[in-house]
């Protein structure tokens, strides 16, 4: 990992890195809206004068809302949405819990197709 580096005027901004080789990588999974919405935004950009690819975005992307967590700490947009995400998460978890089951009359929870552990 790089630490974070001071941006052009010398605030609280990462870079990303630009155009060079990458010995690192990750694998992401996006939904088909989420892909064609990031398509979208590069597309965005050529029109703004800004060309990129959808990496460059993602990087982008990365030290933006790593520096606002850098600088905001948990009142960032990054950690407001996660937190967010994590609440209605455990909402939605608790309101399965108390509501009805999908387990057999042994407890067990269904299988993903259909079949409870029991009756395998």
């Known amino acids: 990992m790089r630490p974070a580096a001071p941006g052009p005027d010398g605030g609280d901004q990462r870079r990303a890195s630009g155009r060079e080789k990458h010995t690192q990588k990750i694998t992401v999974y996006l939904s088909a809206e989420e892909l064609l919405d990031l398509e979208r935004a590069r597309l965005a950009l050529l029109r703004y004068g800004a060309a990129a690819d ?3 975005i993602v990087r982008e992307a990365i030290a933006v809302l790593l520096a ?5 700490g ?6 407001r949405r996660i937190a967010s995400s ?4 455990s909402d939605h978890a608790l309101s399965d ?3 009805s089951s ?12 259909g079949t409870s552990e029991s009756a395998l």
Do not use: C, F, M, Y
């Open 68 to 72: 606002d967590l850098d600088a905001r």
């Open 102 to 113: 999908n387990a057999d009359s042994n407890g067990a929870p269904d299988q993903p197709n």
């Open 86 to 89: 994590n609440s209605a998460l």
């Open 74 to 79: 948990k009142d960032s947009l990054l950690a």
């Open 54 to 56: 959808r990496g460059r």
């Open 97 to 99: 819990h108390a509501g």
